[in-house]
């Protein structure tokens, strides 16, 4: 019998239209540029089936007695929502936090969805019997799931008003006994490749009479008409020399639609942008999903400060007063965003069902942070190792070649011998200089929405009078005191 994992990728070749350098890939999971990262989400998969495992990464629904990814259990306890969190605990440091979309996230917000149905059935009497039908079919098929929300960067100045924009930006253009057909395209879709459904729903805040362009949708990604345009592939097929881009480069896609037919089933809602916002706000879905995501950014701020104090230690920088600064603010970022998990969690409220959806402020405030965290532990980095980085031979294989004395001797390390130095640096550039390196920059500084327009949000929800009024009251106070009139 077939492995999870081996299903999983067999499942790909289902005659989706996945486009890279100009061609269209006959197998996904057959193709060169993607075999190191199904590899490793094989492997994740598998996990659900092997007893030392799957407690760790899943948990056993009761309705089917088969494990399915802890991402779909809904919390009513906070032994559950612990139960979740230490899976995407678990799958991250598989992965070293560089798999930030291994579907937890998109799947979350299904569950969510799903768990607050009855809520969610006043913005459509269908509501809770489509999504019902689509939680359990994606958690009992082991469903890989992402999500396509951005709409395409043409012109950011102009809007629906605008033709052009309008006519690009994803919008039924027809309606029909079985669903509506949908055209324009949405980016960025991160492991599109790889996906089984897309999970879609528009951004903006759109006039009433923009009714064609709101919607929530989900997607097959073989659904005819549908193509996935991938970026360059940062796959690197050396794993010796790119420990990172060799396993996990996270495709990133357009989506474009070229009349594609979304069935009634998968149309959640459509037509009422104030519904479609409504959804989009569900603290339930939310609180699930963002969640997952600083779970998982810990396991990445620990995977780059420890290997910035390898890099430290290899090259005898630790007893500097300025790099032991620069390794404890590593420490202190690393215990910010897990004592923000931490209350999260135990801050955690029940919604209207009983669900315990964790607390959105200091999720929100993480994911913030993480926009910042992230590239000052990339300079730290790069501060700690400078030159070291650019200072290895292009290949391991010169330590066995005529130079070999000569590379052992000049490649030493203070600590580690040259081959083991060489290896560490590799890895090190392959985290922050190399394209998939690059990539992991902006990916998080942006993939939680403009950090900028997040922050602004931020300060524009909050409630100011509770910070300003004592101020005022200060100065009201300080005012009498000096004025003996009064
Ligand atoms: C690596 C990567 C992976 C991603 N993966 C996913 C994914 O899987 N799913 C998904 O849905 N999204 C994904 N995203 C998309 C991400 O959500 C967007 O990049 C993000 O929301 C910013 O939107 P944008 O890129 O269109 O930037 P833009 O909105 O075009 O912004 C460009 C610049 O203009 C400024 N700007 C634009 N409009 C305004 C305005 N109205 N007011 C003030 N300033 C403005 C911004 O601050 C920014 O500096 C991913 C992004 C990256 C980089």
Redesign the pocket.
Known sequence: MSSRGDKFKASLDDGRSVWLEGKPIASVSEHAEFKGTLNTIGKLFNMMDDPQERDKAGYLVPETGKYAHSSFLVPYSQEELDKRSRSFAHWSSATNGMMS?LSDYARSMVTGWYAARDQLSELDPQFAHKISAYYEHARDNDLFL?????DP?ID?SSGLDDKRIAERFLHVVRETSEGIVVRGAK?????APYTHDFVIFSFLQFQSEHRKHAHVLIVPANSPGLHIVCRESFHHPNERNHPLSSRYDEM?AVLFFDDVLIPWERVLLYGDSEKVLALRANKTANGLAFHQNVVRFVAKLEFITGVSFAVAEAIGVTGFLHIQEKLGELLTQIDVIKALVIAAETQAKPDASGVLVPDLQYVETARSLGTKYYPRAVEILQQVGAGGFVQTPSDAEDFYGPISKLMHQYFEGASVSAEKKVELFKLAWDLIGSPLGA?HL??E??????P??GLANHYNRFDKGSLTDPIWKLLKENSKGKSPAI
Do not use: V
Not at 146 to 150: D, Y
Not at 187 to 191: D, E, L, P, S, Y
Not at 445 to 450: L, Q, S
């Open positions: 979309r992402t999500t396509a929300i951005i960067q950011r980016m960025i879709a991160t492991g990133d990539r902006l990916y500084k942006f993939y939680a929405g403009d900028i327009r």
